[in-house]
């Protein structure tokens, strides 16, 4: 547990998120795939070997788009989290630092599978809410862009909303 700048008390695993920024989003899938495990408050349980967990935030640390300086190490937030030795993490995660190590070793896999196939259905989404947006806009501005006077210029309008329906 720890204080924010705003005086208010945090559980541990939001710095897990602040510091593995892609943890943040893979959070649910894990949860709900009962990878991860809520104990009680501040604390969670890692449901699968050990060494998956130091292979999976290795991974995350590798592939980040920005590599974070953690207070405590790369393995302190993690420690305290899931209450595992960050001495232990950090030789669990060494055997298998390289990426052609890592892709075979199968606990691992099965949590990456879980992980990729959850940030595609959230890509998904993210990219139908940009066509929703797009589509919203273009039939505002053609109703926006009419008289509202003239008949047929509100039917070359409505036929063009229409197109714009059908493509979707």
Not at 92 to 111: C, E, H, L, T, V
Request: proline letters at 4%; a positive charge; aromatic letters at 12%.
């Amino acid at each position: 547990m720890w204080i924010d700048n705003d005086g208010i008390e945090q559980e541990d695993i939001f710095r897990c998120f602040w510091y593995f920024r892609q943890f943040e989003e893979d959070f649910p899938a894990l949860l709900r795939e009962e990878v991860i495990k809520r104990i009680a408050y501040n604390h969670y349980e890692w449901t699968k070997n050990e060494t998956s967990l130091a292979v999976y935030f290795r991974w995350l640390a590798d592939t980040a788009k920005r590599r974070p300086s953690i207070p405590g190490g790369l393995w302190g937030p993690i420690e305290t989290v899931f209450m595992v030795n960050s001495q232990a993490l950090s030789n669990m995660a060494s055997r298998y630092g390289d990426p052609q190590k890592r892709d075979k070793y199968k606990p691992f896999m099965n949590i990456k599978k879980i992980v990729l196939k959850h940030r595609e259905e959230i890509d998904k989404q993210e990219e139908q809410k940009r066509k929703d947006r797009k589509t919203f806009s273009a039939i505002k501005t053609l109703i926006d862009e009419t008289n509202g006077d003239n008949i047929k210029e509100i039917r070359a309008v409505l036929e063009k909303i229409k197109t714009v329906f059908s493509v979707m």
